[in-house]
C-alpha cells in the first residue's frame, strides 16, 4: 500500500510539472493581441499576425496628380457606385484633381438597364464618361438553370450581334467580358461553357464590323490557379477567400483558359481585344510580349495588376517603353484617392519600395 501511494504521490508530481511546462510554453508560443511579441520569449509568430515595417529610407515622390491627362479604361461605377448621384459627384471631382480626363465604365449591360447606366453617368457628365455593353447570356433564363439561358438557343450571337448594334446607337463604345466567361457560365450539361466554342463567334464579328473594342477578363492570377498551401505566394489572400480559387479537379488550367481566348483573337484580326490585368499574365511579361507580336489585333491595361508589376521593376519598364502604343491605362476603380495616387507614383516615378495599396494590411499579402 505505501508503495502504491509513493508511486501515486510521484506520478501527481510528474503531471503538476508537465502542467506547468505547457502552461508555460503555450504562453511562450501563442502572441498575445494586447501585448508586443518578442521573439526572445521564443514565442511563435502566426502569418496573418505578421507586421513587418520596413527600415529602408529611399527617396519618395507622393504624387497627387498625373503629369497629363488620361483616360482610365477599366471602371466598374455600376457595381462600385450602384448608381449614387452624390457619389458620381465626388469621384468626378477626384478626376478633376488627379487629372483623370474620361473615365470607361464596363458595367453598362443591355437594353433597358444600358439606357439607365448612360442616363446615369452622361446626364451631367457627358464628356467624362464611355461606357460598354455586356453579354446578356441568361435572358429570361433561370439563374441557377442554364438549360433555360438565350445563350443554348439557336443563333444566339448573331441575335446578341443585334442587340449590340442597338447598344451602339444607345451610345456604348465597347463590350465587357467578365471572367465568368470561362470559368463560371454553364452550358445545360453542367460543364463550363468554352471561350472559343465557335457560337459566339458572330459575336466577336460584329464588334469588329461595328468598331467596339472588347475587353476580355480570361482566368485570373496563376497563384489562384494553385493549391492554397505553404508555398502559395498569395495564401493570406486566398485564406480569406478561398471561393478566388480554381483548383484543376473543378475548372480548366489557367493556361488553356488564355490559349482559347488567344485562339479567339487569332480568328478575328478585324476586331480589337483588350486583355484586362495585362492579358491577366503580369506574372509573366516575356508571354505577354509574344502575344503582343503574334497578335496585332490585342492591347493590354494594367488595372489592378501594379502589385505584381512592381516586383519586377527593370522586365516592367521595358515592357512598358517598348509597347508603350499598346498599353491603355486602367485601375479597376472607381478606388479612394490614395490607391490613384499609387498609379502616378508607380508610372511616374522612379520609387522603390512602396505598397501597392492603402490598406494597411496588403491584400494580396
Not at 516575356?286 to 508589376?309: C, D, F
Request: glycine content about 6%; proline content about 7%.
Amino acid at each position: 500500500m505505501r508503495c502504491s501511494v509513493r508511486y501515486a504521490g510521484r506520478l501527481a508530481v510528474v503531471l503538476l510539472c508537465g502542467l506547468a511546462w505547457a502552461a508555460t510554453a503555450v504562453a511562450q508560443e501563442t502572441a498575445s493581441a494586447d501585448e508586443p511579441l518578442n521573439g526572445r520569449e521564443g514565442r511563435q509568430l502566426l502569418l496573418d499576425q505578421f507586421r513587418p515595417r520596413s527600415m529602408l529610407r529611399v527617396e519618395q515622390h507622393l504624387l497627387k496628380r498625373a503629369a497629363y491627362p488620361v483616360v482610365d479604361a477599366h471602371t466598374h461605377f455600376r457595381y462600385r457606385l450602384h448608381h449614387s448621384p452624390e457619389q458620381l459627384d465626388e469621384f468626378v471631382r477626384l478626376m478633376d484633381r488627379n487629372n483623370i480626363a474620361v473615365c470607361v465604365s464596363l458595367d453598362g449591360r443591355l437594353g433597358d438597364e444600358l439606357v439607365e447606366h448612360r442616363d446615369y453617368l452622361w446626364s451631367r457628365y457627358k464628356d467624362r464618361f464611355v461606357f460598354y455593353a455586356n453579354i446578356d447570356w441568361r435572358g429570361d433564363g433561370q439563374e441557377d438553370d442554364p438549360a433555360t439561358w438565350d445563350a443554348h438557343r439557336p443563333d444566339f450571337g448573331r441575335r446578341m450581334a443585334k442587340r449590340l448594334a442597338e447598344a451602339k446607337q444607345a451610345g456604348a463604345s465597347g463590350l465587357k467580358v467578365f471572367k465568368q466567361f470561362g470559368l463560371g457560365y454553364r452550358n445545360p450539361d453542367g460543364s463550363l461553357i468554352k471561350i472559343d466554342d465557335p457560337r459566339w463567334d458572330p459575336i466577336w464579328a460584329a464588334c469588329g464590323e461595328l468598331g467596339l473594342p472588347v475587353i476580355i477578363h480570361t482566368a485570373d492570377p496563376a497563384a489562384f490557379f494553385l493549391p492554397i498551401d505553404e508555398t502559395n505566394e498569395r495564401w493570406e489572400e486566398l485564406h480569406r477567400h478561398p471561393d478566388w480559387s480554381f483548383p484543376p479537379d473543378k475548372f480548366p488550367s489557367r493556361d488553356a483558359l488564355l490559349a482559347a481566348r488567344n485562339r479567339v483573337i487569332a480568328r478575328h484580326p478585324r476586331t480589337t481585344f483588350i486583355g484586362a490585368h495585362m492579358a491577366n499574365n503580369s506574372e509573366d511579361l516575356a508571354e505577354v510580349a509574344e502575344w503582343l507580336e503574334k497578335y496585332p489585333n490585342l492591347v493590354v491595361e494594367p488595372a489592378s495588376r501594379i502589385g505584381e508589376l512592381g516586383r519586377q521593376p527593370y522586365t516592367a519598364r521595358k515592357f512598358f517603353l517598348k509597347y508603350a502604343d499598346r498599353i491603355l491605362f486602367g485601375t479597376d476603380g472607381p478606388w479612394p484617392e490614395q490607391r490613384i495616387h499609387l498609379y502616378w507614383r508607380f508610372l511616374e516615378t522612379f520609387d522603390e519600395n512602396f505598397p501597392y495599396s492603402e490598406k494597411e494590411f496588403p491584400p494580396q499579402g
